[in-house]
């Protein structure tokens, strides 16, 4: 167990659809990352937040959106879905923003029908 | 842009084998991180190198990193079935905000 919490771990839903997926870091750690898997693109990093400020941004598309919260949780938002947008999203956290291990949770399976 | 290879992407081997992954990386990083994955699961780390030269171990796995060959390998040592997985590299370039650029990882299929 990582320490890391991700909810919800399956979500089933519809092209043009918006949902929202949550991540609780660890205790103690400031920064939260968020990843996707997926068969096309394999793991590639979206974005991290660091104590509440986006700190770096990867290949995240512009119908994604994240935050983190005062309470340092983090929510990854996905709007109007297309199916390619099918994958597994992980949440990772680490104590700071810079070259620290980062532990991941169990990810969040999303199915777009 | 980093880009990180590894090869190769599918391995199958029998049990009491010998093999090695390996993980090139395109541009200057010190830190290189190897994690292991089981299907439909989360990512598991197994090692963090943060020099040249370093050499870790734990089990049958060893792994090493060379960043004047920008490469790091990934050494199994006769191998169990409980081995079986996906297993990543991930490069985290020294000096940025943390962000993980991974591998396209090699599945390994242990077999009795």
């Known amino acids: 167990d990582s320490g890391v919490t991700q909810t919800p771990k399956h979500l089933i839903t519809a092209t043009g659809q918006r949902v929202t997926l949550r991540c609780s870091p660890r205790?103690?750690?400031?920064?939260v990352y968020w990843y996707q898997q997926s068969l096309d693109q394999g793991l590639q990093f979206l974005i991290q937040y660091y104590n509440g400020e986006e700190r770096a941004k990867g290949n995240i598309l512009e119908r994604f959106s994240a935050q983190q919260f005062p309470d340092l949780h983090s929510e990854l938002n996905l709007s109007s879905l297309e199916l390619g947008d099918s994958a597994l999203y992980f949440c990772?956290?680490?104590?700071?923003?810079?070259?620290?291990?980062?532990?991941f949770g169990d990810g969040t399976r999303l199915s777009i029908l | 842009e980093l880009k990180v290879e590894q090869n190769p992407l599918f391995l199958s081997m029998q049990e009491g084998k010998n093999y090695t992954i390996y993980c090139n990386y395109s541009?200057?990083?010190?830190?290189l991180y190897w994690y292991r994955q089981d299907p439909g699961k989360s990512l598991e780390s197994l090692f963090v190198?943060?020099?040249?030269?370093a050499v870790k171990q734990e089990g049958r796995l060893m792994a090493s990193l060379d960043t004047k060959a920008r490469l790091s390998t990934l050494h199994i040592t006769a191998a169990v079935h409980d081995l079986s997985a996906t297993y990543f590299c991930a490069v985290d370039r020294t000096g940025t905000a943390s962000k993980l650029t991974f591998g396209t990882g090699t599945r390994l299929q242990v077999t009795l």
């Open positions: 990772a956290s680490s104590v700071g923003p810079i070259n620290q291990p980062q532990h």
């Open positions: 205790s103690g750690d400031l920064s």
């Open positions: 190198l943060l020099s040249n030269g």
């Open positions: 541009t200057t990083s010190d830190r």
